[in-house]
């Protein structure tokens, strides 16, 4: 999936662009609430991780049916004036958020595989096999560093699209805007 597969649109789709805002507004709910899980009572935490991990898996699962999406419907070109550096950032940092966003609740489903308490996405079944320590502290430790990196990779996706709207001033933010006129 590349940026060079683009079409002769000049704006998103109404299906690209809901299931962009709605990961997107998942994405803040679990990278700000998600430092707290560590600080609640045990049964508090695992009420708590029924939301986080149900929450976590759709949008695992959402990003498979945006990657489906994007292929049926390939996003509009960027801005002639755009240098090719930044049209290389914006490639690497697309993909980017791709790879680590889907990697972000494999990591989690790892920790809670071995954590020593249950975790029930939707309710529905228990994703616990029972407590592993040294698997535990190590999908833990990669599931805060991705974390991190995806905060990292989200603040500058948002720097990027203000920068095109205030000092370029071209369509690239309006034209993911739910009533964005392009
Ligand atoms: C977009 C997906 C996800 C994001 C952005 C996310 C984010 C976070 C963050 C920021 C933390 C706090 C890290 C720390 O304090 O060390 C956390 C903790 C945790 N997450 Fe996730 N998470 C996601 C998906 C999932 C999924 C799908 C599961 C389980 C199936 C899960 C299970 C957990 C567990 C068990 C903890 C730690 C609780 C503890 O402190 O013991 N996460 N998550």
Redesign the pocket.
Known sequence: MSEETTSARTKYDGVAKTLHWIVAL??IV??TA??T??DLPLDE?VQT?VI??SL??S??ILMFIRLYWRRKNPPPALPDHMPAWQVTASKFSHHGLYFF?IL??LL??G??MY?DFD?R?YGAFN?NMGANETLYGIF?EL??IN?MI?IALVLLHLGAALYHHFVQKDTVLKRMLPYGKV
């Open positions: 998942l994405m679990m990278l998600g430092w899980l560590g935490k991780l986080h991990s976590g898996l949008v695992f966003v972000q609740p989690g489903l920790q809670s954590a975790v996405p994703v833990h599931h805060e974390a995806l």
